[in-house]
Structures are given as structure tokens and as C-alpha cells.
T-cell receptor, first 113, second 110 residues
Framework: DAEITQSPRHKITETGRQVTLACHQTWNHNNMFWYRQDLGHGLRLIHYSYGVQDTNKGEVSDGYSVSRSNTEDLPLTLESAASSQTSVYFC????????????FGPGTRLLVL | GENVEQHPSTLSVQEGDSAVIKCTYSDSASNYFPWYKQELGKRPQLIIDIRSNVGEKKDQRIAVTLNKTAKHFSLHITETQPEDSAVYFCAADNTDKLIFGTGTRLQVFP
């Protein structure tokens, strides 16, 4: 069955280290999104992509980057991890160019010490 | 850009009662309004959505209403059950992405 996966599911790192979170979907969806979820803030958009080689900044993009080299993957990189980036990160994908149902991955819980 | 406000932030109801969660949005160009349910430790999952050409949509015990003039939409859950306990998020589309509300924690007490 088609699905969306994230790895790792849990990560502990130290401040200043570079961290990459993986997101992989097998639906062949054009659109992929990265969110962070923090208590009291809901789901906030970090970066998103509408296709290969396309990336866009969301509302909380500082300190994060993404690249889209194929349809299936959108890795999220924290260039120099900060304690403020401790959060739960969700990847999502959707099929069409217009906003449609987004399907979420299982999430990655990141702790930056 | 789009801004979505969601109320209340927490909601406690007795099993069998109804629950209503309300959201307002700012961009009159928004046309798609999904609702997601997130159980503890799980991923958000779509439970119902509505588009701007429809005023109401029902799926068993859940319904969503949309008032485009007032720019607000609501989730209604009837005959609540303990398994309805979760965090619920509304969202509105903004160009080709979704803007989410801050969530409502619903607790259903037996």
C-alpha cells in the first residue's frame, strides 16, 4: 500500500549539530510539506514543495532547509540545531496543485540538548 | 496572508452530549476547509472537509457548516463517545497550502 514514512521517529541531538529528518511518500504526490507542532501553536508550516526542484519557505523557515531531488522525498535539514527547535515534526503530502487533502507521516520527535 | 483562529482551545463534554468547535478565517479567497483529528501520539488524520460551494456536510455523527459571508466554519460532533477524545484542527487553504488553527483538545467523559 502507498504510504508516507518519516525517519528517525525519535532523535536526540546537541545544539550546533546539523540534523536531517527524512520524509518518503509512495503516492507519487506532487506536493510535500514540513510542519512543526508545539503546544499552543498547532501545526506551523516550515517549508513546502510543489514538485522536483521546487521549494518554498513557510511561516517558520529560519534555521531549516529542504531540497527536492525526486518526487518521493523531501528531507528537512536543521543547519545548526537550537533548543528552540525541540519539537515534533510532521511531513505531509497531497496530490494536486490546488490545496487538497494532506496525508501526514507518523512524525519525528526531536530533542535538542 | 490567511489567518485561522480556532475556539475553544479545550472542551470537555459528557458522553452522549454534542460538541461544537468553531473557526474563523481571514482570506475570502479560501475555498477548502478540512478538519483533522489527532489522537495522543498519533498523526493528524482528515475526518471531514467542505468546499466553498457547499454550506453543510455530514458524515454519520460529524458535520461541518460553512458561512462564507461571515468567514467562519464549525465542526459538530453529536452523541459523543470516549473515542472522540482527541485534538481537532481546522484549516483553510491559502493558494496551494493549508493554514491550520491552533487546535481544540476535546475530552469526552463517560
Amino acid at each position: 500500500d502507498a504510504e508516507i514514512t518519516q525517519s528517525p521517529r525519535h532523535k536526540i541531538t546537541e545544539t550546533g549539530r546539523q540534523v536531517t529528518l527524512a520524509c518518503h511518500q509512495t503516492w507519487n504526490h506532487n506536493n510535500m510539506f514540513w510542519y512543526r507542532q508545539d503546544l499552543g501553536h498547532g501545526l506551523r508550516l516550515i517549508h513546502y514543495s510543489y514538485g522536483v526542484q521546487d521549494t518554498n519557505k513557510g511561516e517558520v523557515s529560519d534555521g531549516y532547509s529542504v531540497s527536492r531531488s525526486n518526487t518521493e522525498d523531501l528531507p528537512l535539514t536543521l543547519e545548526s540545531a537550537a533548543s528552540s527547535q525541540t519539537s515534533v515534526y510532521f511531513c505531509a503530502s497531497s496530490e494536486m496543485n490546488r490545496a487538497e487533502t494532506q496525508y501526514f507521516g507518523p512524525g519525528t520527535r526531536l530533542l535538542v540538548l | 496572508g490567511e489567518n485561522v483562529e480556532q475556539h475553544p482551545s479545550t472542551l470537555s463534554v459528557q458522553e452522549g452530549d454534542s460538541a461544537v468547535i468553531k473557526c474563523t478565517y481571514s482570506d475570502s479567497a479560501s475555498n477548502y476547509f478540512p478538519w483533522y483529528k489527532q489522537e495522543l501520539g498519533k498523526r493528524p488524520q482528515l475526518i471531514i472537509d467542505i468546499r466553498s460551494n457547499v454550506g453543510e456536510k455530514k458524515d454519520q455523527r460529524i458535520a461541518v457548516t460553512l458561512n462564507k459571508t461571515a468567514k467562519h466554519f464549525s465542526l459538530h460532533i453529536t452523541e459523543t463517545q470516549p473515542e472522540d477524545s482527541a485534538v481537532y484542527f481546522c484549516a483553510a487553504d491559502n493558494t496551494d497550502k493549508l493554514i491550520f488553527g491552533t487546535g481544540t483538545r476535546l475530552q469526552v467523559f463517560p
